[in-house]
């Protein structure tokens, strides 16, 4: 099994090329000593400190040292058209990102022609996201062509009336039942969030964006259609059981006196995900069930024809004793009278009178045995 950090680096010289990794708070996935790399995030050090202080899930002695800020810019305007890099990773964040297009854009300005992209990308299904709806290629066109940068307050409000606690296992076990889940927020809580964003009192960090393996590359797909982006996939790793998330690598090329060749070696490194892993996870359990219960039924069938062979047979001895039983009664019957006609002759006068001939005739029948020549 690839371990999570070799999906995302498996397409990076960390040795000899220069890294951007955005996000990456208090876990980064390149350290500082491992090779020439920058960090990228919404706020300062001291303000991300501030920010997560009261959070036990993040330890703010190990926040980065972040190099650009990117609260309120775009990407290549906080960094500079002029700092190229090699690499650029983001660990979940284009969930984060407001307009995902304009995002995309912005790091194919900044990388090197080759220069690769490496995403990790929550998967929404086993997430507290599980009850939003896809994003769709409408929610980014929006996006980009209002050139939103902060989340809007449909993206607010979606986030917030939506998130739920689940348990990942659960989920992939096909076990789930939705009308347990718990929402985190009240509707009101929703709203009223909502309209800060809206009176842009604050930025709101919010998931912005919400995918599956499909519905990205769908996303993606749609980007190369209308020649959004020049990026091409070159990695994919589906999200594997019992996890959250999946991960895609891209590449900036160059596109060339031929557009049409580049766009078309783009779109064709788009993985078409008919069915993807959890699909295909519940398709097995669902074909074994199946199998299961046709093995089941087979045998409830053999059972209940061994039952009525069994009845069968109980009927047929039932019926031989009860023959028996009327057999029985009729010899018992005759039994009693025979007793019954041998006490009576034993009794009568006859029997007793003739006792001194049949004695006479057992002594006779004897002697004749031992002198058989007389």
Request: hydrophobic share 35%; charged share 30%.
């Amino acid at each position: 099994m690839i371990e999570r950090k070799d999906k995302i680096l498996k397409n990076v010289n960390l040795k000899d090329h220069k890294g951007l990794e955005i996000g990456a708070l208090d876990r980064p996935i390149v350290k500082a000593n491992q090779g020439n790399i920058k960090y990228a995030d919404h706020l300062s050090t001291s303000d991300l400190v501030a920010k997560y202080k009261d959070d036990k899930n993040v330890d703010t002695a190990k926040i980065v040292d972040v190099d650009f800020i990117l609260e309120g810019n775009s990407l290549a305007k906080s960094i500079g058209r002029e700092n190229k890099f090699n690499y650029v990773i983001a660990s979940h964040v284009i969930e984060h990102v407001p307009d995902v297009i304009g995002w995309l854009k912005d790091i194919s300005e900044i990388l090197y022609d080759g220069g690769i992209l490496s995403l990790a990308i929550p998967d929404k299904r086993f997430t507290f996201d599980y009850l939003r709806t896809p994003t769709t290629c409408g929610d980014l066109i929006e996006a980009h062509m209002q050139n939103i940068s902060r989340p809007s307050p449909k993206q607010v409000f979606d986030f917030f009336s939506n998130a739920v606690s689940l348990d990942t296992g659960l989920r992939w076990s096909g076990r789930l039942n939705e009308s347990k889940l718990t929402k985190q927020h009240s509707i009101k809580f929703a709203s009223k969030m909502a309209k800060k964003a809206f009176q842009n009192e604050e930025y709101t960090d919010v998931h912005c964006t919400v995918f599956t393996p499909q519905t990205f590359f769908q996303l993606i797909e749609m980007m190369l259609e209308l020649e959004l982006v020049n990026l091409r996939v070159i990695d994919f790793h589906d999200t594997s059981e019992n996890e959250l998330e999946f991960f895609v690598t891209f590449e900036k090329i160059f596109i060339g006196a031929n557009k049409d060749l580049s766009k078309h070696e783009m779109l064709s490194s788009v993985p078409n995900i008919k069915m993807d892993t959890w699909e295909q996870k519940q398709q097995i359990r669902f074909l074994d069930l199946e199998k299961t219960v046709g093995l089941l039924t087979e045998q409830n069938k053999q059972l209940f024809s061994e039952k009525d062979a069994l009845n069968d047979q109980l009927s047929m001895s039932n019926s031989n004793l009860l023959v028996s039983n009327a057999k029985l009664e009729e010899i018992t019957h005759k039994f009693e009278n025979k007793t019954r006609q041998l006490e009576q002759t034993y009794q009568s006068t006859s029997w007793r009178i003739t006792k001194p001939i049949r004695n006479l005739k057992i002594i006779i029948i004897k002697l004749l045995r031992r002198h058989p020549d007389k």
